[in-house]
């Protein structure tokens, strides 16, 4: 027996879905089960629309580092924080841009 880490009740080991609260097991996300992590395609998308359209980058990009940080996935971490990052600069520019006028 384990115990699950959402609701702290005992179930079996070859659990993949926990029986009392649903949530996916160690063993479930091994065999693909639970929500799928988009964060490096987001994080993509984010990089090659960054430099044009700031705006929508920081809320895909803000969707993917939430879902990278949830799922412990260090690569798509870095790709949206750059991406983040790139758009900041970005939108720096195009501001200055637009009250040097």
């Excluded at 091994?30 to 993509?44: N, T």
């Excluded at 809320?59 to 790709?79: D, F, M, P, R, W």
Aim: glycine content about 10%; aromatic content about 12%; charged content about 15%.
């Amino acid at each position: 027996m384990i115990i699950c880490d959402s609701c702290n009740r005992e179930i079996s080991e070859n659990a993949y879905v926990c029986d009392f609260c649903g949530k996916v097991t160690i063993a479930g996300k091994k065999m693909g089960l639970g929500p799928k992590d988009y964060s490096i395609l987001l994080g993509i998308f984010g990089l090659l629309i960054s430099l044009f359209i700031p705006l929508i980058t920081w809320g895909l990009s803000g969707v993917g580092y939430k879902q990278a940080k949830e799922n412990s996935n260090n690569k798509g971490l870095a790709i949206n924080t750059v991406a983040i990052i790139i758009s900041i600069i970005s939108m720096i520019y195009y501001l200055y841009q637009y009250f040097k006028r």
